[in-house]
């Protein structure tokens, strides 16, 4: 359901490629991630789709991500059916 409104919404595949509509490096996290800081968090954008995708940016440097970004999903191995399932990667040119 819409968070704004409460109407019922559709589900939709979404696109394995998008860009980085937004990010921030955590320094500091949860219990479950203080192996992995500093890590960065990303809003992903995908054309045609209006909503955006809250996700983790690996094999990146903090210092190199940059608004616009393309990057694409990745999956991994054995998913445990949790957001962290999905992440993304930078597209390399």
């Known amino acids: 359901h819409c968070m704004q409104c409460g109407s019922k919404t559709d589900w939709m595949e979404l696109p394995q490629q998008g860009k980085i509509h937004t990010f921030t490096t955590c320094y500091y996290g949860g ?16 054309d045609q789709v209006h909503t955006l995708f809250l996700s983790r940016l690996k094999s990146a440097d903090p210092q190199r991500v940059r608004i616009g970004m393309q990057v694409k999903a990745q999956f991994v191995k054995r998913p445990k059916f949790k957001v962290t399932d999905v992440y993304f990667v930078p597209v390399k040119d």
């Open 31 to 46: 219990e479950a991630f203080l192996k992995e800081t500093p890590f960065t968090l990303i809003l992903v954008e995908f």
